[in-house]
């Protein structure tokens, strides 16, 4: 950057926020600490897409990666089926 941005005021009002992802296979699992929901994600050609946003009973915070770990091992578990190539 060349130039330099002139301003008369600058107040400083910094936000902070955490994302917490968990990559499994071609599945990625965020989870927002701001937000109480889980979002799938499935890589296709180098881009995320998103499979579902489900939104977390209250009991089941996410505080931490183990934490998601489990979450999206249980979500692989009853959404996931593996077959044979043929």
Known sequence: MDKKIKMTNLEMDINTGTILYVTIDDLRFLANEEQFNLRVEIENKGEYELIEDIDLPENELI????DLKR???NWIFKNVEIVKEL
């Open 63 to 66: 505080i931490d990666h183990n």
């Open 71 to 73: 979450v999206a091992l």
